[in-house]
């Protein structure tokens, strides 16, 4: 596999776009949760979504997806997008009996053979009769990016997929959604819960504060000042980017590039 | 020896309990037991709007219990309070506004216990056409939206996300409970309509290995408790509704007992 930063924003800065936010705004009860906010997520791309609690990460993340009306701005998606989303703390009922293969067809019949390979892909095909309210947090999480999986989306949404989970099992995730894209191709739009740990496959960060505050590649943003101002030089100094473990690499220390001027509120 | 009247009820009950125990699936994992009472509550509004406009009484309440339902649906997302207040508040105000009407109806003599309690003796031959039928499209109503319907009531976004249409499944699914609802006051009475959604249900639960089979189990309960509690009540000459439903819950408890003698052979 290349390293991530040579392929990426390259490729996919050219690829067509599946789900785009053009100025956008979401007010509720007279307060703006996000205001002009412009976001791309392209086929064979992972943008990921970074801010303080109550920045809008979620909301942007809704509204890209249809689920909530923009007040100000647009959405604008590609017709016929098919969409994989893993939600943010996703719980099933207790009285809802469900196999993790039923968990998998919620929205859409899929062929058991299908769902098994799906399972495969995470690591747990055996599970595949187990009910999903016997499985442990990581279990779910993995059935959880399974489901989404099975559907061969265009584009995975995955709200805070590594809450929950130790840092050995995100680093595990953070390798397998690297993997999906490579295999996939899909576009991939990642909530990170996590300030300190961007994937390095990511191509595109986005820093939100409400607006966006900055936004690039994982070095531009962890050395943007904007981006220090708003976590403090401490966080920007323990700031990570994960690497794939093949590339063996450590945190960012090149120079500073300046964000692209269309990324910027 | 059966009465006539006796297979009638039986037949219309279990047609019912078809479709009653599916619906009450529902009502159990989106834990909406209190709003399925506030809309068979809403049904003496319906009979009393029945009685008043001369209409045929099953048509009518259909036609309150689906007002009253799409209004819970639309209430819960408009307003400050919350939701079990807006049903507590609805649940009362139909029954009681249903009594005063029928109060100030006088001259027509209504026998308002064969509304609240069931009574068998009421039901027809035409009826049981109508329940088995309305039953019917009933069960094929809730087969053509259980996936959306299913999708949200595990989690409203990710259904919406992923291109179905959770708000139409579940006007539907209030539309079909209304339905349900004029079907089985006759059999059970409107006060005793909610046991035999969530009773059979709940039993199932514990025997169940998906929603489906859970659906099929509840189905299977209730139309075991309709002619459980009909011969009970033809023995012992007590209210029919009351006694499907003292029915209904000696199969939940037996479900219960049974469930802890397993526990302690696991141990």
Redesign the interface.
Known sequence: MKPGRTRGRGAAGNAPFLARARDLGIRRGGRWLVRHVDLTVRRGEIVTLIGPNGSGKSTTA?AL???LKADEGHIETKSGL????V?QA?A??R?????VA?LMT????HERSAIRAALGDVGIEDLIDA?VQRLSGGEFQRAMLARALV?KPDLL?LDEPAQGVDFAGEIALYDRIGAIREQRGCGILLISHDLHIVMAQTDTVVCLNGHVCCSGTPQNVSENPEYRRLFGPAAARRVAVYRHHHDHAHAPDGAIIPTEPGDHA | MLDDFFVRALLAGIAVAFIAGPLGCFI????MAYFGDTIAHSALLGVAAGLALNLDTTLAVFIVAAVVALALLFLERRTHLAGDVILGILSHSTLALALVLIALLNGINVDLLAYLLGDILAVSKDDILVMSGAGAVSLAGLAMIW?PL??D???T????????RPERARAVYMLLLAGVIALAMNIVGILLITALLIIPA?TA?RF????E??ALIAAGLGAVCVAGGLFGSLALDTPSGPSIVAAAFAVFAGSLALASIQDRKNH
Do not use: K, N, Q
């Open positions: 809704r997806l249809g689920l098919s969409v994989g989303y939600p996703f099933i009922e009285t809802l009996p469900l196999s039923r919620l929205t859409g019949r009910p559907r949404v | 159990v994992w989106r834990r996936r299913l999708a009531t595990a989690d976004e990710l259904a919406r996300a992923e291109g179905l709940a639960r169940a290995a998906g929603p089979h859970m």
